[in-house]
């Protein structure tokens, strides 16, 4: 109309009838180009990470976003993971005598993740970590662990950030060891044995190792026992120092620790 009748902009638009306003919009939409090229890379370093872990990253970063339009774009580049729904639900109950742990060092969680070589040699991976403030003393594989081995490997952790209150385990011949029991009578560590075939009865160390394996063990192929330390210690340090934790706000334990420490439930 304003190249053929040529009339001004405030007239066609009253005729018509047309918001003036709406003519001379402009749209304030970014290019998300940059963004999804962002969320690529962070899906791709940590392929076990899914939306809302991306985007608590994405914040830490600076990008100015919110979780609905992260959302959306992982939709849209297929990224969204396809985990197995369980057949059925357990609720477990634990032990009424189990009170949660109120400081760092006061309950520490035990167990062992199995794993082979790429030449098909078993290893045996000893897991720790902290109930409390989620800090992960050790992360050591061996091709095979006994009595002795676990307390000559808790001794390096703990002259490093201290001895706890307790430590939960299963009834592993490892953890029921003489050694072991010696180690902590002399320590005054108290030895928290689960029920046996009740996983649940340490579920932080279970959860901790679902997390190891997806985002390390099932990352990587381990040419030798070397190689395994040398991929498993750099993600010991990235989870104590930089991984967004849902149980403390989605926040990495090194911002936690400037803040009052509260008990968290969750890993």
Same mark, same amino acid.
């Given at each position: 109309?304003?190249?053929?009748? !040529?009339?001004s902009? +405030?007239?066609a638009?009253? &005729?018509l009838? %047309?918001?003036?306003? /709406?003519?001379?919009?402009?749209? *304030?939409?970014t290019d998300?180009?940059s963004?999804?090229?962002r969320?690529k890379?962070?899906?791709?370093?940590h392929?076990?990470?899914g939306?809302?872990?991306?985007?608590?990253?994405?914040?830490?970063?600076g990008?100015?976003?919110?979780a609905?339009?992260?959302?959306?774009l992982?939709?849209?580049?297929g990224?969204?993971?396809?985990?197995?729904?369980p057949?059925?639900r357990?609720k477990?109950k634990?032990?009424e005598?189990r009170a949660?742990?109120?400081?760092?060092?006061?309950?520490?969680?035990?167990?062992?993740?199995?794993?082979q070589?790429?030449? !098909?040699r078993?290893? +045996?991976?000893?897991?720790? &970590?902290?109930? %409390?403030s989620?800090l /992960?003393p050790?992360?050591?594989? *061996?091709?095979s662990y006994?009595?002795?081995?676990?307390v000559?490997?808790?001794?390096k952790a703990?002259?490093?950030?201290?001895?706890?209150?307790t430590?939960r385990?299963?009834?592993?011949?490892?953890f029921?060891?003489?050694?072991?029991?010696l180690?902590?009578?002399q320590?005054g560590?108290?030895?928290?044995?689960?029920?046996?075939g009740?996983p649940?009865?340490n579920?932080?160390?279970?959860?901790?190792?679902s997390?190891?394996?997806?985002?390390?063990?099932?990352?990587?192929?381990?040419?030798s026992l070397q190689?395994a330390?040398?991929?498993?210690?750099?993600?010991?340090r990235?989870y104590?120092?930089?991984?967004?934790?849902s149980?403390?706000?989605?926040?990495?334990?090194?911002?936690?620790?400037?803040?009052?420490?509260?008990?968290?439930h969750?890993?």
């Amino acid at each position: 109309m304003l190249a053929d009748w !040529g009339v001004s902009v +405030r007239r066609a638009c009253r &005729v018509l009838p %047309f918001d003036t306003s /709406s003519y001379h919009y402009q749209s *304030r939409h970014t290019d998300p180009a940059s963004l999804k090229k962002r969320i690529k890379e962070i899906c791709a370093t940590h392929v076990r990470y899914g939306c809302r872990r991306v985007y608590h990253i994405l914040r830490r970063e600076g990008w100015v976003v919110n979780a609905k339009k992260v959302y959306r774009l992982y939709m849209e580049l297929g990224l969204q993971l396809r985990n197995k729904t369980p057949k059925r639900r357990v609720k477990a109950k634990l032990r009424e005598d189990r009170a949660p742990a109120i400081r760092p060092n006061d309950v520490w969680a035990m167990d062992f993740v199995h794993d082979q070589l790429a030449t !098909g040699r078993k290893l +045996r991976i000893l897991t720790v &970590v902290d109930t %409390f403030s989620r800090l /992960s003393p050790v992360v050591d594989p *061996r091709f095979s662990y006994r009595g002795e081995d676990v307390v000559a490997t808790l001794k390096k952790a703990c002259r490093k950030i201290g001895y706890p209150k307790t430590i939960r385990v299963d009834n592993g011949s490892e953890f029921i060891s003489r050694d072991m029991d010696l180690w902590a009578y002399q320590r005054g560590v108290t030895l928290d044995f689960s029920r046996p075939g009740k996983p649940t009865h340490n579920a932080f160390i279970e959860a901790f190792n679902s997390k190891l394996r997806r985002e390390c063990m099932n990352a990587h192929w381990f040419l030798s026992l070397q190689d395994a330390c040398e991929k498993l210690e750099p993600w010991r340090r990235y989870y104590n120092e930089e991984r967004p934790h849902s149980a403390i706000g989605n926040t990495p334990r090194s911002c936690w620790q400037t803040q009052p420490l509260k008990p968290a439930h969750r890993t």
